[in-house]
């Protein structure tokens, strides 16, 4: 069946380091690929996705390469603010349309 | 847009209740999604629904567990009857066939004792 692995947390880094978080994913087919991310209180929103190997999704600063060859989206950004502290969830779907398959979630906290 | 919007956000019930749980998507989609967030499990899919029928119900936990999805404009996940295992955080996410993207709504905190 269908899977994805992230990195555990927490992550916690100063304001302005590199961020990386892990993702890799087993599926069958084809997949598309996702980040979301999840705010103290909120739901889960989508910060980027890629459909296609290669595809490299980018917002908001954060980037994910879709990297066939190594069946991963791991998701980087340059210089985190105190703002980025979130859950960041990778999830993946090989329907056309419908079920999201997501990892455990990996909790970031930047400190000032 | 107002976005998804669910109620109640927070709900406490004793073991044993009935308890429903709503919501209203995003006008003009036709997908509807469930989901169950706890520490132990992570974020589970319960339900979807499409154009208003449910499309695949097999992460739904148990008989007591049911959901409906009357009209484009609303949906419930009722438990009946609630255990304190059940406490959990559960989303509901709207989308639309147009474009492969979920909007989750804020949740229901719901804390079973």
């Known amino acids: 069946g269908n899977s994805v692995t992230q990195m555990e947390g927490p992550v916690t880094l100063s304001e302005e380091a590199f961020l990386t978080i892990n993702c890799t994913y087993t599926?069958?087919?084809?997949?598309?690929l996702f980040w979301y991310v999840q705010y103290p209180g909120e739901g889960l929103q989508l910060l980027l996705k890629a459909t296609k190997a290669d595809d490299k999704g980018s917002n908001k600063g954060f980037e994910a390469t879709y990297r066939k060859e190594t069946t991963s989206f791991h998701l980087e950004k340059g210089s985190v603010q105190v703002s980025d502290s979130a859950v960041y969830f990778c999830?993946?779907?090989?329907?056309?349309?419908?079920?999201?398959?997501f990892g455990a979630g990996t909790q970031v906290v930047v400190t000032p | 847009d107002a976005g998804v919007i669910q109620s109640p956000r927070h709900e406490v019930t004793e073991m044993g209740q009935e308890v429903t749980l709503r919501c209203k998507p995003i006008s003009g989609h036709d997908y509807l999604f469930w989901y169950r967030q706890t520490m132990m499990r992570g974020l589970e899919l319960l339900i979807y629904?499409?154009?208003?029928?449910?499309?695949?119900d097999s992460g739904m936990p148990e008989d007591r567990f049911s959901a409906k999805m009357p009209n484009a404009s609303f949906s419930t996940l009722k438990i009946q009857p609630s255990e304190p295992r059940d406490s959990a955080v559960y989303f509901c996410a709207s989308g639309s066939s147009a474009y492969n993207e979920q909007f989750f709504g804020p949740g229901t905190r719901l804390t079973v004792l």
């Open positions: 599926a069958t087919g084809y997949p598309s």
């Open positions: 999830a993946l779907s090989t329907d056309s349309w419908g079920k999201l398959q």
């Open positions: 629904f499409n154009n208003n029928v449910p499309i695949d």
